[in-house]
């Protein structure tokens, strides 16, 4: 992993909550939630739906502050980033 570089992330929750967060380590952070050691979605069933890369952060902050308010302001823009996220994976095997 490169020094500084973090991860911008979406993860859906069992009552199609959209969580937006950042990491600096997202497997540890993934491993965290499936681990149910995050008390912010503990039995919730959190699963991955959009992942971005930030070059610092604040950088991430500012993107995970700006995904939060879209998620409120425009819902239907966050579910076409999904999808698209999900066609990407798709089209180089990782799903």
Do not use: W
């Not at 929750?13 to 937006?20: A, F, H, P, S």
């Not at 600096?24 to 499936?34: A, F, P, V």
């Not at 008390?39 to 952060?57: I, V």
């Amino acid at each position: 992993m490169e020094p500084g570089r973090c991860f911008v992330y979406i993860i859906e929750l069992d009552d199609e909550i959209l969580y937006v967060g950042h990491t600096t380590d997202i497997s540890k952070r993934l491993s965290e939630y499936r681990d149910q050691k995050a008390s912010s979605t503990a039995g919730r069933k959190p699963k991955l739906q959009y992942l971005e890369t930030a070059a610092t952060q604040k950088a991430a902050e500012l993107r995970e502050d700006e995904l939060k308010r879209l998620v409120h302001s425009n819902p239907d823009q966050i579910r076409l980033m999904i999808t698209k996220f999900h066609e990407h994976m798709r089209e180089v095997g990782l799903v």
